[in-house]
């Protein structure tokens, strides 16, 4: 195994969400899944994890995010045993802190994924184990990783990268674009309606962030000034899991917010990337598209198919870069 110097001095330390870490860690982190990704690519060995025990917990159904936690840890040497939703009853049987003081006895790393930020820090702090964010209703962080290493890939450098981010502001992704973005010198807008800006607790953390970095946070529902000058244009789907119910309230308002040649047009830039973090409705080739289309007669819906398919998407090196970025948080916190 090569001799790779990590980061930071990270071990024992939880990814809850972006701002446990701070600016240079978390591009410290960026940069060192780069050299795990050419490694990867080498097949240069790096098992930093031989003989761990990981602990994937799924309250909600992922491709991307537990193909990523279970390919990152057979790399690293570490065996990943996966928990669904009908394994393991968080809450429901069995508290998340008497969980979470059994698996600590078990395991030696935790990946949770479902819908509560309460049961993620509940977690770290009762398991005595690195617990890693999955993805909780609140932020995203091992989704940022990826976005942001796919970016500096592209461009080079961060600090000054123009990022819009087009659609519901009031989710997930929107809260973690922002604060990772200002940590890491980015200047990032939100483009959403009014009706769906994000509250005033993530965009006051976005804030502070980007007072501490440099970056810069904006909220516009102005789509023509959003845009302009944009390095990247990143979007999600409209309705998250659990929100189904809000479909057609979200269709009327972000009908106009589609991702679309006109609006790559308005950033006056012909380099600029197209991010998403899939699942992507751009077509019917789902049953759920299918399904869309015979409700509401949409073949396409936060991004055309044109743009998903086009030379500005980057959106499977982004998919590919979770594997990485995971790795590297789970070897420079575990390893």
């Known amino acids: 195994m090569k001799n790779i110097k990590k980061p930071f001095d990270l071990k024992g330390k939880s990814l809850l969400k972006e701002y446990d870490l701070t600016g240079e860690e978390f591009e410290g982190l960026i940069d060192f899944a780069m050299t795990l990704k050419k490694y990867k690519q080498q097949g240069t060995p790096h098992r930093y994890l031989e003989g761990k025990n990981i602990a994937l917990l799924f309250e909600k159904t992922s491709t991307r995010t537990r193909a990523a936690f279970t390919v990152a840890s057979i790399d690293l040497g570490a065996h990943p045993e996966f928990l669904?939703?009908?394994?393991?009853?968080?809450?429901?049987?069995?508290?998340?802190?008497?969980?979470a003081k059994v698996l600590g006895r078990m395991?030696?790393?935790?990946?949770?994924?479902?819908?509560?930020?309460?049961?993620?820090?509940?977690?770290?702090?009762?398991?005595?184990?690195?617990?890693?964010?999955?993805?909780?209703?609140d932020w995203h962080p091992t989704q940022m990783l990826a976005d942001y290493m796919t970016i500096?890939?592209?461009?080079?450098?961060?600090?000054?990268?123009?990022?819009?981010?087009?659609?519901?502001?009031?989710?997930?992704?929107?809260?973690?674009?922002?604060?990772?973005?200002?940590?890491?010198?980015?200047?990032?807008?939100?483009?959403?309606?009014?009706?769906?800006?994000?509250?005033?607790?993530?965009?006051n953390i976005a804030k502070d962030q980007a007072s501490n970095y440099g970056g810069s946070v904006k909220i516009t529902d102005n789509i023509h000034t959003a845009v302009k000058d944009a390095d990247v244009i990143y979007t999600d789907v409209w309705v998250s899991m659990g929100e189904e119910?809000?479909?057609?309230?979200?269709?009327?308002?972000?009908?106009?917010?589609?991702?679309?040649?006109?609006?790559?047009?308005?950033?006056?830039?012909?380099?600029?990337?197209?991010?998403?973090?899939?699942?992507?409705?751009?077509?019917t080739q789902t049953e759920y598209g299918q399904d869309i289309f015979k409700k509401y007669g949409l073949t396409e819906m936060e991004v055309t198919d044109e743009i998903f398919r086009s030379e500005h998407s980057r959106v499977f090196d982004q998919a590919e870069n979770r594997m990485h970025t995971i790795k590297a948080v789970m070897a420079a916190t575990l390893g």
């Open 152 to 203: 500096k890939e592209n461009f080079g450098y961060l600090k000054g990268i123009n990022l819009t981010y087009v659609g519901n502001g009031r989710n997930n992704v929107a809260h973690s674009l922002m604060v990772a973005g200002a940590m890491l010198g980015v200047n990032v807008r939100i483009c959403t309606p009014s009706s769906l800006t994000p509250r005033d607790v993530y965009f």
């Open 245 to 283: 119910s809000e479909f057609e309230t979200r269709i009327h308002l972000l009908k106009d917010y589609q991702v679309n040649r006109k609006m790559l047009n308005l950033t006056g830039k012909v380099d600029t990337i197209f991010l998403h973090c899939l699942p992507a409705f751009h077509d």
């Open 107 to 137: 395991f030696d790393g935790i990946e949770f994924r479902g819908f509560s930020q309460k049961t993620v820090e509940q977690l770290a702090e009762f398991s005595g184990l690195p617990v890693w964010n999955g993805l909780t209703d």
């Open 84 to 99: 669904g939703k009908n394994d393991i009853q968080l809450g429901k049987k069995e508290s998340v802190e008497d969980t």
